[in-house]
T-cell receptor, first 115, second 113 residues
């Protein structure tokens, strides 16, 4: 197991197009998180899954965003009708509670550029 | 609402210096605190996790301390090297909510040879 993976690593799209990103968590990690990071800022929470259930969504996640985690394994994040303000790095993380630790492990991210 | 602040925003030091990065948070009801490293255009690498019941954690040349009552954490880097150049992010995990992390904006560190 080599950690959290994300695909694609880079995506350039035109405004108004739909895009979909994929995240494969560390195997056996039942918790999966999506964050968004813009230049010069720390990552901001978007949404969280425990197994296949989406348990929390940030107010940042507008109606144009949808995330799924079928079968509690990989997850997809779709952005419909992209806007220039969606340009950011989209980060995925996973964790498995062990004892008192909820340490999150991050993937390399998908950098989205909307032109 | 939890707010995390990191000072300084940027730091430039010569190789070999010891340095301290600061992180403060407004709500002390945290479950744990994580320090991350981020290289330009890359994802986050977890460096250290400190549970709320702990005072410090050490890994190699890194030492992180936590003073929950005052809402502060520090990351101490000993004998800095050019390879330490990166952005260092502090994040807190609250007891309330679903395990999400609240991040600071980071400290951009440059270690010159």
């Amino acid at each position: 197991d080599t950690g959290v993976s994300q695909n694609p690593r880079h995506k350039i799209t035109k405004r108004g197009q739909n895009v979909t990103f994929r995240c494969d968590p560390i195997s056996e990690h039942n918790r999966l998180y999506w964050y968004r990071q813009t230049l010069g800022q720390g990552p901001e929470f978007l949404t969280y899954f425990q197994n296949e259930a989406q348990l929390e969504k940030s107010r940042l996640l507008s109606d144009r965003f949808s995330a799924e985690r079928p079968k509690g394994s990989f997850s997809t994040l779709e952005i419909q009708r992209t806007e220039q303000g969606d340009s950011a790095m989209y980060l995925c993380a996973s964790s498995f509670p062990t004892g008192e630790s909820y340490e999150q492990y991050f993937g390399p991210g998908t950098r989205l550029t909307v032109t | 609402k939890q707010e995390v602040t990191q000072i300084p925003a940027a730091l430039s030091v010569p190789e070999g210096e010891n340095l301290v990065l600061n992180c403060s948070f407004t709500d002390s009801a945290i479950y744990n605190l994580q320090w991350f490293r981020q290289d330009p255009g890359k994802g986050l690498t977890s460096l250290l996790l400190i549970q709320s019941s702990q005072r410090e954690q050490t890994s190699g040349r890194l030492n992180a301390s936590l003073d929950k009552s005052s809402g502060r954490s520090t990351l101490y880097i000993a004998a800095s090297q050019p390879g330490d150049s990166a952005t260092y992010l502090c994040a807190v995990h609250m007891y309330s909510g679903y395990s999400t992390l609240t991040f600071g904006k980071g400290t951009m560190l440059l270690v010159s040879p």
